[in-house]
């Protein structure tokens, strides 16, 4: 065999012994994608408009942002200046008075009650005619001792411990606090009246009362008249 048939048979041997494929191409290459580290693309040719649309937003977020803490703002500060402020009403209480005489503080009656109002008739004609100040309607206690006052001649005079005082001032009629500080002050067991004189009275349970006299008849038995208030023992 000579070199020309020994090497056509060696390449026969070949194409039988390895398949060759052969891929077949038609028309351009397919294009690469971009890259971003190429300097080029499309994110790369686009980028100034991303970086615009996304400043336009974090505008509008930090307007909207702030304007909602402004908002809250003023309305905190306008609902403040509506709101009322609350007020406490505080009823005055009753002061004691006090004896411009002695400085010592008196009770007053509650409410500026009155415990008695009216006619009071005092006679000698016999002891029914003596009074008890401290019983809801001045009467006759029945027991001599129990009794305020009684009349002798043209004298109011006290039985116990009640006093008996004259009331000074001719402008004005004393009130509860004038006559607890002037018969503190001045109370005697006796007081000498005429018509149109005006007392003040402690009965023996510590109550004050005024008197006005409205008639003293020194006749053969004494009769004093009075118009009369007693005020009740403070609570």
Request: glycine share 12%; with cysteine; hydrophobic share 35%.
């Amino acid at each position: 065999m000579n070199a020309e048939a020994h090497g056509r048979s060696t390449t026969q041997q070949a194409g039988h012994d390895q398949h060759i494929t052969t891929n077949n191409y038609y028309g351009p290459p397919p294009s690469t994608p971009p890259t971003v580290g190429d300097g080029g693309g499309w994110f790369s040719a686009h980028r100034g408009a991303w970086i615009a649309s996304g400043a336009s937003v974090l505008v509008a977020l930090i307007g909207v942002l702030g304007s909602q803490l402004a908002g809250g703002g003023s309305n905190g500060t306008a609902d403040d200046a509506a709101s009322p402020t609350p007020t406490v009403s505080v009823s005055p209480q009753p002061s004691p008075s006090v004896s411009a005489t002695t400085g010592s503080p008196t009770a007053q009656p509650s409410g500026g009650a009155v415990q008695w109002q009216g006619k009071l008739v005092l006679t000698e004609i016999d002891s029914s005619g003596d009074k008890d100040l401290d019983a809801p309607q001045p009467v006759d206690a029945g027991n001599r001792d129990d009794n305020d006052f009684y009349a002798s001649n043209d004298t109011i005079r006290a039985h116990d411990h009640a006093l008996v005082s004259v009331w000074d001032d001719s402008t004005r009629l004393p009130e509860f606090a004038d006559c607890s500080s002037t018969v503190t002050a001045a109370g005697a067991g006796e007081q000498a009246v005429k018509e149109g004189m005006v007392l003040c009275v402690k009965t023996s349970e510590g109550r004050i009362g005024r008197l006005k006299v409205t008639e003293a008849d020194n006749g053969f038995y004494s009769t004093l008249r009075f118009d009369g208030v007693v005020w009740p023992l403070a609570e």
